[in-house]
T-cell receptor
């Protein structure tokens, strides 16, 4: 069975600082990997996804993530955080052929201080 | 429509009552998913429809939960004899044809069982 671990429940960064959110997954083969963002009262919005190819994936809003097979990780990064980035971030894994049937992590809440 | 629409946005019901939650997917999307998000957790898969049929209902927690999609568009998640533990946000997502296509999420229905 596939699983996702997001070890940081809550992270606080200053506006303009860099950000890295951690995600580790467990899956028997090469998975499909996703990062979603959820703002209060909003639905989940896809930031980026990895299916195959280049292991450094660019997403929306200036986010990127790197797939590292040897570490079973898919960490999300942003070089300079904006106050509007404050939200809950979820990493998710999907199996090939059923990528939309996702297993989510428990999320990391990002707080941005001015 | 422009996005996935879920109604109602909030539902409060008494323990033991029956509830129905509605999902209108993006027009033309054949795949539809239901997820449940409990407080402080990531979304958990409930059921996946491809067209009118439930292709995977392995996430339904017990037989009090049932979902239909009679015409391959709108779906209704039905919960009988609600329990306080059913309180959660119920998310619906749709994708153009399932498989490895991207899923788009609605804003969810917050169900509170008192």
């Amino acid at each position: 069975a596939q699983s996702v671990t997001q070890p940081d429940i809550h992270i606080t960064v200053s506006e303009g600082a860099s950000l890295e959110l951690r995600c580790n997954y467990s899956y028997g083969a090469t998975p499909y990997l996703f990062w979603y963002v959820q703002s209060p009262g909003q639905g989940l919005q896809l930031l980026l996804k990895y299916f195959s190819g280049d292991t450094l994936v660019q997403g929306i809003k200036g986010f990127e993530a790197e797939f590292k097979r040897s570490q079973s990780s898919f960490n999300l990064r942003k070089p300079s955080v904006h106050w509007s980035d404050a939200a809950e971030y979820f990493c998710a894994v999907g199996a090939r052929g059923t990528a939309s049937k996702l297993t989510f992590g428990t999320g990391t809440r990002l707080q941005v201080t001015l | 429509g422009a996005g996935v629409s879920q109604t109602p946005s909030n539902k409060v019901t008494e323990k033991g009552k029956y509830v129905e939650l509605r999902c209108d997917p993006i027009s033309g999307h054949t795949a539809l998913y239901w997820y449940r998000q409990s407080l402080g957790q990531g979304p958990e898969f409930l059921i996946y429809f491809q067209g009118t049929g439930a292709a995977d209902d392995s996430g339904l927690p017990n037989d009090r939960f049932f979902a239909v999609r009679p015409e391959g568009s709108v779906s209704t998640l039905k919960i009988q004899r609600t329990e306080r533990g059913d309180s959660a946000v119920y998310l619906c997502a749709s994708s153009s044809r399932g498989g490895d296509t991207e899923a788009f999420f609605g804003q969810g229905t917050r169900l509170t069982v008192v």
